[in-house]
């Protein structure tokens, strides 16, 4: 009898064994493909507006809608050296800022597109450490670079006098935006 359930056992095991594996297997390509959506997919995953796990969307969720005679707002406190990211819509167009202090206390904004790249659908960065990384092409600079670097692989810069600052925060006004909105039609699409 001992060895009807030692035999038993074994076939039962090596059962196990092959559906272990499957199910090893298959949990596998789950993850794969989930990893796959959280980087192919804007907003999968991390910075739901740029997929970056270190940078942070700023506001209570999804894109500021910003019409005529309106303006983006930006708050002074919510600015740091971490790279806040500004999700905003103009005329039905999705767009992004991206607004930071540089290592002097000074503020740096820019649009979330590169002056370049624009155009492939993966032109935007997310902050890999103390890095901005283009998506398209890799390029990467620091926040001190923001407004300094023109032409090449760079965000397009909001420079100061484009926008207004208050003692409490920044607008970006709706004429501003909609001038910007044509790098951005064609962006995070991946085509």
């Keep these: 009898m001992a060895g009807k359930a030692k035999g038993k056992k074994r076939g039962t095991n090596g059962h196990n064994g092959k559906k272990g594996a ?79 202090v540089d290592s002097r206390g000074r503020i740096r904004m820019a649009y979330n597109t590169c002056q370049i790249c624009y155009s492939s659908g993966r032109g935007y960065y997310v902050q890999e450490g103390s890095k901005l990384v283009c998506q398209n092409c890799g390029n990467r600079f620091t926040v001190d670079q923001i407004e300094v670097e023109t032409g090449g692989c760079n965000p397009v810069p909001i420079f100061p006098e484009e926008r207004t600052q208050t003692d409490t925060e920044i607008l970006l006004s709706y004429e501003q935006l909609k001038e910007a909105a044509q790098i951005f039609a064609n962006w995070k699409t991946f085509g």
Excluded: H, K, W
């Design 22 to 100: 499957l199910l090893a297997a298959a949990a596998v390509c789950l993850a794969a493909v989930v990893l796959l959506l959280i980087v192919l997919l804007p907003g999968a995953g991390g910075n739901p507006a740029t997929g970056s796990e270190e940078g942070q969307t700023a506001g209570s969720g999804g894109a500021q809608a910003v019409s005529a005679g309106e303006s983006l707002r930006i708050p002074l406190d919510g600015l740091s050296e971490t790279v806040a990211f500004y999700p905003v819509e103009v005329d039905g167009t999705p767009m992004e800022v991206l607004a930071v």
